[in-house]
């Protein structure tokens, strides 16, 4: 909400896309930002829109554009009193070129435009409006907005200050939320059932019908049978695929033979979708990390650690048994929290590195101010860091980074972060 605001108080404010997975709000933060915001909303479905489809075919004349929404949404388009909504833009591909028409004809305007599958349209010919929009993307719930959704606003507060005491004094609150938020995740409507019934299988329940969505989009989008399939293959084969003990993606444990050539297109559609990301292996920790990438080698993570745990068909009891929900999958579960919170709350783009003769892997490499830091996850307390010393005596970073369940701690050469601060990693830039 903040960033929204902020486009709309920008001088050189342009139409704006919003990004992000099917079912992470993006229709309702649209909605509620133009009711607190806006005297008057106008929001298009473009889905199975035929007045719209027609009126973006016609020309680009944005004005006898403006006046057909106008008539769609019974609203009144006033410059800079109207936001205007084109929600599954990608329905209508010529709106998404006309874009850029808004930008240079009609600044006076607030556009915003979504789509799940926005980036699966741009392989299909569609013309994008390169420099004339502005980009926001939407992730699942951090855990830190995850504890304030579930009312424990005070104990958020510190989760980017990993030195605080807070931390520590509260420890077992931490903890205690966040074996919730491994197994619930942060889609908003699991999130919202929780918080109506407090119950573990309803959530599941919800979790399953949001990958049958995802599933079906699938079937509706991916015409050819051949790809389709794949797809599904690529998408199903990614819990297994971080349980191993080296989680670079292989595709021969997808199906007997397989070749990633033959998966290129399927991964591609899935990252496109925002479903899935990938993180390179990097052959040196070299600056800048993205001159020395491999980009034959790689892991990919879900959108969503919750999704993954329902996915993997983790059984809510795991909740009630000590720190079973931490190490399930050989630390998955940890190493895929970790990457969300990478992805959702720091600018960080984070690589990984392997040596494949010393069998030395580190699961995150990160670029803090010039800096290649190393971070090792660790799901509980046993700290036992053979790889991530033998890393640090080779390559001397400034530091490296271990985050567990232990408290934050800092050593001669290593800081220990606890698992529910990692959002508070530029706290210790």
């Not at 008539?71 to 990608?90: F, P, R, S």
């Not at 509706?220 to 989680?247: G, Y």
């Not at 530091?399 to 050469?413: G, L, P």
């Amino acid at each position: 909400m903040k960033h929204l605001v902020l486009w709309k108080n920008k001088p050189d404010r342009k139409p704006l896309i919003l990004q992000g997975a099917r079912q992470v709000g993006k229709t309702w933060i649209m909605k509620e930002f133009g009711r607190q915001n806006y005297k008057y909303v106008a929001y298009v479905n473009m889905d199975h829109n035929v007045h719209m489809q027609d009126s973006f075919s016609k020309d680009f004349d944005v004005d006898r554009i403006l006046e057909d929404i106008g008539i769609e949404t019974h609203t009144k388009i006033v410059a800079g009193e109207t936001l205007i909504i084109l929600d599954e833009i990608q329905e209508v591909p010529l709106a998404l070129s006309c874009l850029k028409y808004f930008c240079e004809n009609a600044s006076d305007y607030h556009v915003i435009a979504a789509g799940s599958l926005l980036g699966v349209a741009m392989h299909k010919g569609i013309s994008y409006p390169v420099g004339k929009v502005n980009l926001l993307t939407m992730y699942p719930l951090s855990f830190k907005e995850f504890l304030e959704a579930i009312g424990e606003e005070q104990l958020a507060e510190y989760v980017d200050h990993p030195k605080s005491d807070k931390l520590v004094t509260f420890r077992d609150k931490y903890v205690a939320s966040l074996k919730k938020y491994y197994f619930i995740g942060g889609m908003p409507e699991v999130v919202m059932t929780y918080l109506q019934d407090r119950d573990y299988d309803e959530v599941r329940e919800v979790q399953n019908t949001i990958l049958k969505l995802y599933e079906s989009d699938f079937s509706k989008h991916i015409e050819s049978k051949t790809e389709l399939e794949r797809t599904r293959m690529v998408w199903n084969s990614v819990p297994m695929q971080l349980a191993k003990e080296n989680k670079k993606f292989f595709f021969g444990q997808i199906k007997k033979g397989a070749r990633s050539a033959d998966f290129e297109v399927s991964i591609q559609w899935l990252i496109d979708c925002g479903l899935i990301y990938k993180v390179y292996c990097v052959e040196k920790p070299g600056m800048p990390l993205k001159a020395y990438t491999d980009f034959s080698s790689y892991k990919l993570f879900m959108v969503d650690v919750g999704l993954l745990g329902a996915m993997a068909e983790l059984d809510a009891e795991s909740l009630l048994e000590g720190n079973r929900i931490f190490v399930e999958f050989k630390g998955a579960m940890a190493e895929q929290y970790v990457h969300q919170q990478l992805e959702s709350t720091t600018a960080y783009v984070p690589y990984y590195y392997s040596n494949v003769k010393s069998r030395n892997e580190i699961d995150f490499l990160i670029q803090i101010k010039g800096a290649v830091i190393p971070i090792e996850v660790k799901a509980e307390e046993n700290l036992q860091s053979k790889s991530l010393k033998a890393y640090v005596d080779k390559f001397k970073p400034e530091y490296a980074i271990r985050t567990s369940m232990k408290d934050y701690r800092e050593q001669e050469w290593l800081i220990n972060m606890p698992l529910w601060c990692v959002s508070g990693l530029s706290e210790i830039e």
